[in-house]
Nanobody
Framework: VQLQASGGGLVQAGGSLRLACAVS????????MGWFRQPPGKDREFVAA????????HYLDSVKGRFTISRDNGKNTVYLQMNSLKPEDTAAYYC???????????????????WGQGTKVTVSS
């Protein structure tokens, strides 16, 4: 599959952004989808994940209550709604897909088989 992320930009602290990740292929609903981010000079970290049917979601503790992951299987798209943004949310954000049957923690980047190109989010104080 191929993934195309979009929606990044510059926003003031307290503001909101919605990221989108369009996925090619006809089996989108079978993929667990995740969002990761890589702050400048730091390692990539897990942000959120959503099951193929959208029923189960997982979040990094520091974004719980502020970020919401969702998906539209009819549009082959996964979203990350980011509210109450903080300067520490500044990072390149990547979407990733993990096929059915692949085990491991949803927060483990190595378990994801396909990645988007990243979209940059900058939160100013």
């Amino acid at each position: 599959v191929q993934l195309q992320a979009s929606g990044g930009g510059l926003v003031q602290a307290g503001g909101s952004l919605r990221l989108a990740c369009a996925v090619s292929g006809r089996t989108f609903s079978s993929y667990l989808m995740g969002w990761f981010r890589q702050p400048p000079g730091k390692d990539r970290e897990f942000v959120a994940a959503i099951a193929g049917d959208g029923r189960n979601t997982h979040y990094l503790d520091s974004v719980k209550g502020r970020f919401t992951i969702s998906r539209d299987n009819g549009k082959n798209t996964v979203y990350l709604q980011m509210n109450s943004l903080k300067p520490e949310d500044t990072a390149a954000y990547y979407c990733a897909a993990r096929g059915a049957g692949r085990g491991g923690s949803v927060s483990y980047a190595g378990a994801y088989e396909s990645w988007g190109q990243g979209t940059k989010v900058t939160v100013s104080s």
